[in-house]
């Protein structure tokens, strides 16, 4: 029972131009969402998350994107620098502090 | 101020044997939390230690443990390993917070763990 889907197992894009990583999920119980980033060797790295009561949440080069109507959420970066080329990981949480995650997203930035 | 950590950073055991996996949680953090993420998948939780009792429990078989101490450190022990326990094993800790809040889970770089 997969509630977190993250149906884009990588992502290709042009250094400058615009990366958008996208999550479905399934349970209405969640609340909040989060975006974490993973380097190789690495632990996740926490980089931007929103309430379910927030339809928007920016913070520099990313904005992520909720419609609870869809059950979709949204990573948007932009612009794209080699630097972000990772594994995205789409998560969400039912108010417990457990995480839910997605299976992830591999982001290559090329030059 | 240091992180999550976690250790050993590599293991190998074969199957039926018993592992003991280290985490000392960053500074400030009473909560600890233990993912298993398989090659190409997303972290799963194992489960959650708060004030020495296990808080919450994902869909892990009774092999899979764990003990919170008084400086809040914390160990995973996995019983009677099998071939599919072949995983990294991430920490993360987090600050208590009121019912229905969420406070920011910092993740540990993990130990990688092979059954053989």
């Known amino acids: 029972d997969q509630q977190v889907k993250q149906n884009s197992p990588s992502l290709s894009v042009q250094e400058g131009r615009i990366s958008i990583l996208n999550c479905d999920y399934t349970?209405?119980?969640?609340?909040?969402f989060l975006w974490y980033k993973k380097y190789p060797a690495e632990g996740p790295t926490f980089l931007i998350s929103?309430?379910?009561?927030?339809d928007k949440n920016e913070d520099g080069r990313f904005t992520v994107f909720l419609n609870k109507s869809a059950k979709h959420l949204s990573l948007h970066i932009v612009p794209s620098q080699p630097g972000d080329s990772a594994v995205y990981f789409c998560?969400?949480?039912?108010?417990?502090?457990?995480?839910?995650f997605g299976q992830g997203t591999r982001l290559t930035i090329n030059p | 101020d240091a992180g999550v950590t976690q250790s050993p950073t590599h293991l190998i055991k074969t199957r039926g044997q018993q592992v003991t996996l280290r985490c000392s949680p960053k500074?400030?953090?009473?909560?600890v939390s233990w993912y298993q993420q398989a090659l190409g998948q997303g972290p799963q939780f194992i489960f959650q230690?708060?004030?020495?009792?296990?808080?919450q429990r994902g869909n892990f078989p009774d092999r899979f443990s764990g003990h919170q101490f008084p400086n809040y450190s914390s160990e995973l022990n996995v019983n009677a390993l099998l071939l599919g326990d072949s995983a990294l094993y991430l920490c993360?800790?987090?600050?208590?917070?009121?019912?229905?809040?969420?406070?920011?889970?910092?993740f540990g770089p993990g130990t990688r763990l092979t059954v053989l």
């Open positions: 929103i309430s379910s009561i927030k």
């Open positions: 500074s400030g953090h009473d909560t």
């Open positions: 993360a800790s987090s600050r208590s917070g009121g019912a229905g809040s969420y406070n920011e889970q910092f």
């Open positions: 230690y708060y004030e020495e009792e296990e808080r």
């Open positions: 349970n209405s119980m969640f609340d909040y």
């Open positions: 998560a969400a949480s039912a108010g417990a502090q457990k995480l839910v």
